[in-house]
């Protein structure tokens, strides 16, 4: 486990995982983001799709799942990747915090890493209280620990007590 800052960050190879979820067009833009992460890491590793009300707020169900690779890629970079991912596909900024979404993607975990900067928590927070961030974590990364808990994520998983309906989707890609 380290503290950090974001100047503080080397940028050696380490295991990253994120968040994906999409309410609107949700098949065409849940597909376009995993692509566009494709080219970037071709070696992606990407859970089942789910799908889940929306928390919060009410709206359009959400698909949702995560994806993990291998990088170097400065955490600064990745976020801006994600932004820009985000953007392409018709993320606006202006949005209530609690709205639907176009296109999400959250950085969830960066290796070990265990701080806050600009915005930016990790590992987030979500992990442990959102079964559509949990259960497809587990789904790929069940023996992988989480940095600040100490915990498998399919412990996590199996303990997990949100009560929050999730299901798993038939998608094609």
């Known amino acids: 486990m380290s503290v950090w800052s974001l100047s503080e960050v080397s940028v050696s190879e380490r295991r990253i995982y994120l968040g ?3 309410s609107e067009n949700r098949y065409d833009n849940i597909r376009a983001g995993v692509d566009d992460l494709r080219m970037a890491f071709p070696n ?3 859970s089942s799709v789910y799908e889940t009300e929306a928390i ?3 709206g359009d169900p959400f698909f949702n799942l995560v994806v993990g690779f291998d990088s170097a ?5 990745l976020f801006v990747m994600g932004r820009a991912i985000e953007e392409a596909h018709g993320r606006r ?3 209530p915090k609690c709205s639907g979404r176009m296109l999400d993607i959250d950085i969830l975990t960066y290796g070990d890493v265990v701080g806050e900067e600009a915005n930016i928590t990790l ?3 979500e992990i442990v209280a959102n079964a559509y961030v949990l259960c497809p ?3 790929i990364a069940g023996d992988e620990i989480h940095p600040a ?3 498998s994520y399919g412990q996590l998983w199996s303990d997990f007590a949100g009560g929050q309906g999730i299901q798993k989707v038939d998608f094609a890609w």
């Open 20 to 22: 994906i979820g999409s």
């Open 44 to 46: 992606l590793l990407v």
């Open 56 to 58: 919060g707020f009410k």
């Open 73 to 77: 890629i400065g955490l600064r970079e």
């Open 93 to 95: 900024r202006h949005s």
């Open 123 to 125: 590992p987030r927070p």
């Open 137 to 139: 974590l587990a789904e």
């Open 149 to 151: 808990l100490g915990l």
